[in-house]
């Protein structure tokens, strides 16, 4: 079956450090992959996709890249804020389905 | 991308109680999604929600516990039935956008006394 794999958290990072959460999956066929973000105490929203191979999601500053070849999907920004604490999750899309599939969830806290 | 209101944004019940939750989206879509988040948790696909015909449940939830309703295009409801503290939970709604993302709700989180 599908399945998403996510790093661990809690990530501590200074602001302006460089961020990397991994995610890696399992699918038939060729998914959809996605990261959303939730913030303290509000729902999900989407930050980024990639509907295809070596295709690059990017959104305020954060990007990932569809790896067919290492089933990956890691999640990057250069320089993180304060702002960007927050709960992200990897998830994916069967091709012609309906159902995400998400990740545990990786919680990301940035310090002065 | 909808936007898509929920109420009650939180609550807190009596184990034995039922509790329903409305989702509300500003456009008119063909489907839309309930999930659960578990304290600490991910997120898992309760059932799916088209108009006009009955809900799809996912392995795990059943009709009885969780009967949804799907009125119109724009809105659905989601109740939990006869309350335990295992329902304490955030329950999100979502709706299907114009290409295969889901846009989400802002959650209703449940306590369950």
């Known amino acids: 079956g599908n399945s998403v794999t996510q790093m661990e958290g809690p990530v501590t990072l200074s602001e302006e450090a460089f961020l990397t959460i991994n995610c890696t999956y399992t699918?038939?066929?060729?998914?959809?992959l996605f990261w959303y973000v939730q913030y303290p105490g509000e729902g999900l929203q989407l930050l980024l996709k990639?509907?295809?191979?070596?295709d690059k999601g990017s959104n305020k500053g954060f990007e990932a890249t569809y790896r067919k070849e290492t089933t990956s999907f890691h999640l990057e920004k250069g320089s993180v804020q304060v702002s960007d604490s927050a709960v992200y999750f990897c998830?994916?899309?069967?091709?012609?389905?309906?159902?995400?599939?998400f990740g545990t969830g990786t919680q990301l806290k940035v310090e002065l | 991308s909808a936007v898509i209101s929920q109420k009650p944004s939180r609550d807190i019940c009596q184990r034995g109680t039922s509790l329903t939750i409305q989702c509300q989206v500003d456009?008119?879509?063909?489907?839309m999604f309930w999930y659960r988040q578990q304290p600490g948790q991910s997120l898992t696909l309760i059932a799916t929600?088209?108009?006009?015909?009955?809900?799809?449940?996912e392995s795990g939830f059943v009709i009885d516990k969780f009967p949804i309703s799907r009125p119109n295009l724009t809105f659905s409801t989601l109740t939990v039935s006869n309350m335990s503290p295992e329902d304490s939970s955030i329950y999100l709604c979502?709706?299907?956008?114009?290409?295969?993302?889901?846009?989400f709700g802002p959650g209703t989180r449940l306590t369950v006394l």
């Open positions: 998830a994916l899309l069967r091709g012609g389905g309906n159902k995400l599939t």
């Open positions: 990639a509907t295809k191979a070596d």
């Open positions: 699918a038939t066929g060729y998914p959809s």
């Open positions: 979502s709706s299907k956008g114009q290409g295969n993302e889901q846009f």
């Open positions: 456009s008119q879509v063909t489907m």
């Open positions: 929600a088209n108009q006009g015909s009955e809900a799809t449940y």
